[in-house]
């Protein structure tokens, strides 16, 4: 059973345009929430993350929206520069736990 | 990140062979976890560990066994490597002091079994 979901295998956005990033959750009970970048042969590494007591966390270029009713959240890259290309995954844990949840990535392609 | 190195970086081996991994951190952080990438599925979870000697298992433990004798390393093993173990392997840590802030992760194993 699949908790946190990336429905959109890739992505492709012009240079300068805005990328937006979508995942789905299905555990009420996760309260924090985290996107992770990886480039070809790397280690992902952190992005940016929001608890579940906000709904909007920004920083720099990089902004991450928590919809809890929805259990949805999204993130936005604006403006979008070739070295974003690379594929991102939404995790999420529950209160008190280390233990990440993973989606199964999107791979973001910026078009020069 | 420097603090936390994966060997080998890459493996060839041949089905039924047993396979060890190691990581290696130099944060002194309490959890340490082991992941497998593979398209289609993102990153899933082996297993993981939340002190020495203390471990448990992810969601996709069959067919790997991790020990932990020291803070330091996590190992994990592949007892008779499967065509289906073929995947690239991350390690991470977390745990350190400030309250959690996510994963460091390694730069990853390369494991084809032939």
């Known amino acids: 059973d699949q908790q946190v979901k990336q429905n959109s295998p890739s992505l492709s956005v012009q240079e300068g345009r805005i990328s937006i990033l979508n995942c789905d959750y299905t555990n009420s009970m996760f309260d924090y929430f985290l996107w992770y970048k990886k480039y070809p042969a790397e280690g992902p590494t952190f992005l940016i993350s929001?608890?579940?007591?906000?709904d909007k966390n920004e920083d720099g270029r990089f902004t991450v929206f928590l919809n809890k009713s929805a259990k949805h959240l999204s993130l936005h890259i604006v403006p979008s520069q070739p070295g974003d290309s690379a594929v991102y995954f939404c995790a999420a844990s529950l209160f008190g736990n280390e233990k990440l949840t993973f989606g199964t990535g999107t791979r973001l392609t910026i078009i020069p | 990140d420097a603090g936390i190195t994966q060997s080998p970086r890459h493996k060839v081996t041949e089905t039924g062979t047993p396979v060890t991994l190691r990581c290696h951190q130099t944060e002194n952080h309490r959890y340490m976890y082991w992941y497998r990438q593979d398209p289609g599925h993102g990153l899933r979870l082996i297993h993981y560990?939340?002190?020495?000697?203390?471990?448990d298992k992810g969601e996709v433990s069959d067919g790997y066994s991790v020990s932990r004798s020291k803070t330091e390393d996590f190992l994990l093993t592949l007892e008779s490597a499967t065509s289906s173990q073929t995947s690239v392997y991350f390690c991470a840590i977390s745990g350190g002091t400030g309250g959690f802030d996510g994963y460091t992760f390694g730069s990853g194993t390369r494991l084809t079994v032939v």
């Open positions: 929001i608890s579940s007591i906000k």
């Open positions: 560990s939340y002190g020495v000697k203390d471990t």
